[in-house]
C-alpha cells in the first residue's frame, strides 16, 4: 500500500484548496477507515476528516462546514475539499489508511497503519 498526496500550497485566507490522494494498492473500503489528519508547526498530529465504510463523514470540530472529504473508488483517490481556509488551517496534511476492518474509525494517529508523506498547506491573513 502506498499512498501520494498532492494539491497543497500557500493560500491567502477565505480561499480554498483540494487536496488528492491515491491510494495505491489498497481498494478496500467495507468496515475500514481512511481519512485526512495534519499537523501543524510545534503541534501534535490530529484527525481532520474520517470516513468509513466508504459513506459515513466524520470532521473536526473546527473544520466542520468548511472541508469535506470524498472518495473516487473508481480512480481510488481520497479527496479534502477545504474551503474558508483560515490561518489556523496551515499544517502538513497527511491522509492515511487503517488497513484493519473494525465497527468505525479510530481518532488517533496510531489506530492508522499507513502514511502518506504529507502535503504542506499555508494559509496567510
Known amino acids: 500500500v502506498e499512498l501520494v498526496e498532492s494539491g497543497g500550497g500557500s493560500v491567502q485566507a477565505g480561499e480554498s484548496l483540494t487536496l488528492s490522494c491515491v491510494l495505491g494498492?489498497?481498494?478496500?473500503?467495507?468496515?475500514?477507515?481512511v481519512g485526512w489528519f495534519r499537523q501543524p508547526p510545534g503541534k501534535e498530529r490530529e484527525a481532520v476528516a474520517l470516513?468509513?465504510?466508504?459513506?459515513?463523514?466524520t470532521y473536526a470540530g473546527t473544520v466542520k462546514g468548511r472541508f469535506t472529504i470524498s472518495d473516487d473508488t473508481k480512480k481510488n483517490t481520497l479527496s479534502l475539499q477545504m474551503k474558508s481556509l483560515k490561518p489556523d488551517d496551515t499544517a502538513m496534511y497527511y491522509c492515511?489508511?487503517?488497513?484493519?476492518?473494525?465497527?468505525?474509525?479510530?481518532?488517533?494517529?496510531?489506530?492508522?497503519?499507513?502514511w502518506g508523506q504529507g502535503t504542506q498547506v499555508t494559509v496567510s491573513s
Open positions: 492515511a489508511v487503517d488497513t484493519r476492518m473494525r465497527p468505525g474509525c479510530g481518532t488517533l494517529s496510531r489506530d492508522f497503519a499507513v
Open positions: 494498492g489498497f481498494p478496500y473500503r467495507y468496515q475500514r477507515c
Open positions: 470516513l468509513y465504510d466508504g459513506s459515513k463523514e
